[in-house]
């Protein structure tokens, strides 16, 4: 099958980026090894698509200018700190960049866990709370 498709594809020049991958319809278990029989297997092939770079030289650009302020950079800036920042424990929430790590549980009507009931971990930032929820303490 490999030697077939290999064939295939340097007989008709097909100019590919990756190796080409058997798609899920294809079920070896239709193969009779005791009575052999043409089979067609599917594969998925990634083309390189024709690409032509403009002459530089002579094609048409728009040259934007973008004024930068300070107050753009200190955003980059503190949006950097909180995507690269370090995690450390809180004692409580200081602003609304905070992350909580929440565990949700499913409770039975007394409030007790479920066993072997539905668990999710996820964390969100305290700014995804509505403004009554942050507003009233517990976050």
Known sequence: MEK??????????LEIFAQPLPL?????????????????????????????????????LTRLK????????DEEVERQRTRNGKMAEQEAVGSDENVLNLQFH?????GQSVEAGIQKINSLLVKYFNEATRRSGWV
Do not use: H, W
Request: proline residues 7%.
């Open 4 to 13: 077939e498709l290999t064939t295939y594809m340097s007989n008709e020049k």
């Open 24 to 60: 899920p319809d294809n079920d070896s278990r239709q193969i009779d090894f005791n009575n052999p029989a043409d089979y067609s297997f599917a594969f998925e092939v990634g083309l390189k698509l024709p690409f032509a770079l403009a002459d530089l030289g002579s094609a048409r």
């Open 106 to 110: 499913r409770v039975g009507c007394e």
């Open 66 to 73: 973008v004024d930068v302020t300070p107050t753009m950079i």
